[in-house]
């Protein structure tokens, strides 16, 4: 489009919503309509000449002649923006668009300017590329804590391997940056990447646990490394990141060392319930065991009666006296197997794991759990099968479990008040890998309903029970690799069976 006189096309120029400028040759402005000066922020007088170009950030002045120049040169319209100062350090944003004016045979007249306002798109594009780098830091920062969450649930508590991989996971989040080490501190541990050294600029987080400073985190960068495409951390987005990893640990730390203690001071009250459960089982028995007791003593006494009246009225021989004394002694060392045996099982102790004989286990509270049911009028039987294969357990307490099943059987068979009561303890294999202690009775049974809540805490169907037995027993045998089942016999009674996992061999 050729404008040969600006005066013809000013009134259409007045009434476009771009602004136009006439510039001549030399870059001077000749003419503009009303919204070119605006777009300028000059009045129309100002502009004119080069009162245009002056009001332009150096820059755009030398892309502006540049453009000029290079727009003589050709018949194609060029595109260019130009960027105004503002107040505040900002910039009014124009795109241009420069048409050469030349006439009908080809020489160059000048050049037709258009002027469009782009700065609210270029603020909106400025500020969208802002959001979107802050957008991918909160990315990459959210990739990192939820790694890291995954590494804790990952691991279980265990702190050393979330250490470990807490120390990767931070050096792949910063690798953007460059050659990364991390090192990270934590109550006396330490856990750092393989080529950890110190910088002078890395970032540090201290981590507190229950208030108190614990640890640290340490991140440097060893060089740079080229990667335009993707964005750096910021100062403070590396700041924020690692205060939160700080925070996550200590947090973690707490819980794993709040786990460790529960953990420990639940096994102490397991280990003092199950003491408890012992010594009051041997308490139900306990005028069984006196009972038992008090006949060699007995025997004793009358045995050393007879020999003094023997040798009080010299009847006595050498003989004799060695007889007496030999009755004595045997007595003596009955009495104190049983009380023996009643202290193994009363003593407090740590849990001792041994391989162990079942069928040896059974039998050595064998004595104690026929008194019982012979003072409660209990018929009792033992069955063993031979030659099992070992168990890897703490016999005490496998003998306590037995040992209860037994009394409560008793129980159950003194309450129906039957002459026929029996209970029979029997030793055999429950599969390939697995053998079994069984108690049966023909006792009064479980009533229907109780079934899961037999083995909770609390619960008994004993009149003065403490409701802990059963419950101890299931502990024991969860803690062994085993288990307790029940089921109802056809005729009468119940069967309880402790399963153990056979030890593995060598």
């Not at 890291?148 to 991989?165: C, M, N, Q, T």
């Not at 039987?381 to 409560?408: C, M, S, T, Y």
């Amino acid at each position: 489009m050729l404008y040969r006189d600006w005066e013809k096309a000013s009134s259409v120029a007045e009434h476009l919503p771009v602004g136009i400028l006439q510039i001549d040759t030399e870059g001077h402005c000749l003419a503009l309509n009303t919204r070119a000066a605006l777009l300028l922020r000059l009045p129309p007088q100002k502009a004119l000449g080069s009162g245009w170009l002056e009001v332009l950030d150096p820059e755009s002045r030398r892309a502006a002649s540049r453009h000029l120049l290079e727009c003589s040169r050709g018949d194609s319209p060029l595109r260019l923006e130009l960027r105004l100062p503002s107040e505040g350090g900002d910039f009014w944003v124009l795109s241009c668009r420069l048409v050469p004016l030349r006439s009908d045979e080809g020489e160059l007249r000048g050049f037709l300017m258009t002027l469009l306002d782009v700065t609210e798109w270029h603020r909106t594009a400025r500020d969208l590329r802002r959001t979107t780098k802050e957008l991918e830091a909160r990315v990459r920062e959210l990739d990192c804590l939820f790694e890291i969450s995954r590494a804790v649930e990952r691991h279980a508590g265990d702190l050393d391997e979330i250490l470990k991989e807490t120390v990767s996971i931070l050096a792949h989040t910063w690798s953007r940056s460059g050659e990364v080490c991390v090192r990270i501190t934590l109550d006396g541990r330490s856990y750092q990447t393989s080529n950890f050294a110190s910088c002078p600029q890395a970032r540090r987080a201290a981590i507190f646990l229950q208030g108190e400073p614990a640890g640290e985190i340490e991140v440097g960068v060893l060089g740079s490394v080229s990667m335009p495409d993707t964005p750096r951390f910021r100062p403070e987005d590396e700041e924020r990141l690692l205060t939160a990893v700080a925070q996550r640990l200590g947090r973690t730390a707490e819980r794993v060392k709040g786990r460790q203690l529960l953990q420990e001071k639940e096994e102490e009250m397991r280990a003092r319930l199950t003491h408890l459960t012992r010594v009051s089982t041997l308490g139900e028995m306990a005028s069984s065991i006196a009972h038992e007791v008090n006949q060699p003593l007995t025997a004793i006494a009358a045995y050393a009666q007879a020999c003094r009246r023997m040798v009080e009225g010299g009847q006595a021989g050498q003989d004799d006296i060695l007889e007496i004394l030999a009755r004595i002694n045997d007595e003596a060392l009955r009495a104190g197997a049983i009380v023996h045996r009643l202290k193994d099982m009363v003593r407090r102790r740590d849990a001792r794991w041994t391989e162990c004989d079942v069928n040896a286990l059974v039998r050595d509270i064998q004595p104690l759990a026929v008194v019982d049911a012979r003072l409660h009028n209990v018929r009792l039987h033992f069955e063993f099968q031979p030659d099992l294969p070992p168990v890897l357990a703490d016999g005490v307490q496998i003998q306590q479990v037995v040992l209860n099943l037994i009394r409560n059987a008793i129980d159950a068979v003194e309450e129906t008040a039957r002459k026929d009561g029996e209970v029979t303890v029997r030793t055999g294999l429950a599969g390939a890998k697995e053998i079994q202690i069984s108690v049966t009775d023909n006792g009064c049974g479980l009533p229907e309903g109780l079934d899961a809540r037999l083995f909770q805490p609390f619960f008994t169907t004993k009149k003065g029970g403490m409701g802990m037995g059963l419950s101890i027993c299931k502990s024991i045998a969860s803690a062994h690799g085993g288990r307790i089942l029940f089921s109802r016999n056809p005729g009468a009674g119940m069967t309880f069976r402790l399963i153990l996992p056979v030890l593995d061999g060598p």
